[in-house]
Each structure stands twice: as structure tokens, then as C-alpha cells.
């Protein structure tokens, strides 16, 4: 999430996780995430999840349903920019 301030960008969460679900992807601070976590590895594990995300809308679903919780930071997220970047250098020319 960005907002600007006086004409300077600011962005909210650079850090975050994102919990992967078939249907859609929920955006939750680092904190939340662990909450997730802890929630999903108790036993018994609960039938439904709680979370609050980024936005502040509170979300609750099954927990068969979320299929992964992703770490994205500042640098993991410019190291696959740089990844992909010499990814695609590797893609020959005349490559359909």
C-alpha cells in the first residue's frame, strides 16, 4: 500500500506476508502472520482462522483453504526482480 504525503511516497508494510489462498491472496503484517502460523499449527487445528489484514477488514476462513503464507520484503522482493531479470537474459532471441 502507498500513500503520498506532501509529495513524498511513503509506503505502508514493505514487509508483509501474504496468505495464499485458491481463490484469493490476503495482505497481513508480520505479527498476523505468525498468528496464522501459530493458529495453524496447533492440534487439534481449528476449523476456521481469524486475521486482520493490511487494509484492517477482518477475515475469517476455513483453514484447508489457505494453501500458503509467503514472506515478501523489500529484499526478497528485489532479488527476484534481479532473478528474473537474468532470468529472461537467458531466453534465446528466436525462443517462441
Known amino acids: ?47 476456521w482462522i481469524t486475521f486482520v489484514d493490511v487494509c484492517g477488514s477482518r477475515v475469517r476462513i476455513r483453514a484447508p483453504l489457505i494453501q500458503g503464507l509467503e514472506q515478501s520484503s523489500v529484499e526478497t522482493r528485489e532479488l527476484e526482480r534481479l532473478w528474473r531479470k537474468q532470468r529472461d537474459a537467458e531466453v534465446p532471441q528466436d525462443f517462441e
Open 1 to 47: 500500500m502507498v500513500i503520498q504525503k506532501a509529495g513524498e511516497t511513503v509506503l505502508l508494510h514493505q514487509d508483509h506476508h501474504i496468505v495464499a489462498t485458491a481463490a484469493f491472496n490476503y495482505i497481513v503484517s508480520a505479527m498476523m502472520a505468525r498468528h496464522i502460523e501459530e493458529e495453524l499449527e496447533r492440534w487439534p487445528r481449528p476449523s
